[in-house]
């Protein structure tokens, strides 16, 4: 998804909400998915609140060290928050300094999108059969290179559902990593169909299934991964936008508003469909209650795959 935002829109008259520059914090590196959809959706906003959306890629800790920032920030509607599928992860393997049930208020879901297997061009298999073959032939062999948090999770969930044992590889972002899966430093990774797409199509990566619960559109040929040989396997990336908690129920509707008119627009559905995501917009509540339900799947995740707790 190109960082391109969507056609100019008329903003509303007498709007008193933001006075200054808006803050959009991305918990991670710049080029990811999440970065990727942070850009579009603050393109659209500043134009519609006529005041300009900064974004400010916080990386570290799997997204807890932006994400920590996002929530001690005056609840003023001047910060936001671009929060994903590792939001709700992190807590089953560390303790965060904020509470994850009580430190944001949802402003709004963007959307949802498949993960995606992907291996560099010199890494000569043609399958998940092959991977899981080769990892069983030789144990900590295969790496994976992972910007942790929702990558490590489910490469986790992977190895531990393939029955290999593959060696994770951390690096500081999405984009990092899959540049060392292209130059052959790593050899497969398992992440956002949306930040892989570009690399996919220049054949720099080679896909070999992705994560959902069925085939994409973007990419009919290629098998969901429990098709290929890991049955049950699911995993999906989402996007959504969060302010600290106590903000005002006018700004939240507001934005609510705004980013829910940005996902009608027919450029941004066109936008999502061939970058192989799908619009998503939610209420604050409902979002809420997925959160809810996302901190205790990961949780029992985490727990069956064995991932230490810090």
């Known amino acids: 998804m190109g960082i391109a935002g969507p056609a100019k829109a008329q903003r509303p008259a007498g709007a008193v909400y933001p006075s200054k520059a808006i803050r959009f914090i991305v918990p991670q590196a710049a080029g990811g998915s999440n970065d990727i959809m942070a850009r579009y959706v603050a393109h659209y906003l500043a134009d519609r609140l006529g005041k300009p959306v900064v974004i400010d890629n ?35 393997v560390r303790k965060t300094p904020y509470d994850p049930r009580k430190a944001f208020d949802w402003v709004a879901m963007l959307g949802n999108g498949p ?4 291996i560099g061009p010199s890494f000569q298999v043609n399958s998940v059969k ?41 690096y500081k972002g999405g984009f ?21 797409i570009p690399h996919i199509r220049s054949s720099k990566l080679k896909p070999l299934a992705t994560g959902g619960t069925q085939r994409t559109a973007l990419l009919p040929e290629l098998p969901t991964i429990s098709e290929a040989g890991v049955p049950g396997y699911e995993a999906s990336n989402y996007w959504a936008v969060a302010t600290p908690s106590g903000t005002s129920p006018a700004i939240l509707h507001r934005l609510n508003s705004e980013v829910g008119v940005l996902l009608k627009l027919p450029e941004t559905q066109k936008r999502f469909t061939s970058e192989g995501a799908e619009t998503d917009h939610r209420s604050p509540a409902e979002i809420s209650k997925m959160i809810n339900a996302q901190l205790a799947k990961w949780a029992k995740v985490a727990r069956e795959a064995g991932m230490a707790t810090e």
């Open 130 to 170: 092959d991977i899981m073959a080769l990892g069983k032939a030789k144990p900590g062999y295969i790496n994976l290179a992972s910007a942790g948090g929702f990558q490590h999770f489910i490469s986790a969930l992977f190895s531990h559902q393939a029955g290999i044992k593959a060696t994770i590889l951390l």
């Open 58 to 92: 916080r990386p570290g800790a799997d997204g807890i060290i932006g994400t920590d920032i996002a929530a001690r920030s005056a609840p003023d509607g001047h910060t936001l928050l671009l929060a994903s599928a590792a939001y709700a992860m992190n807590p089953s």
């Open 176 to 196: 990092p990593a899959m540049i060392d899966v292209m130059g052959g430093q790593a050899h497969m990774l398992v992440g956002s169909l949306v930040s892989a």
């Open 115 to 118: 993960t995606v297997l992907t």
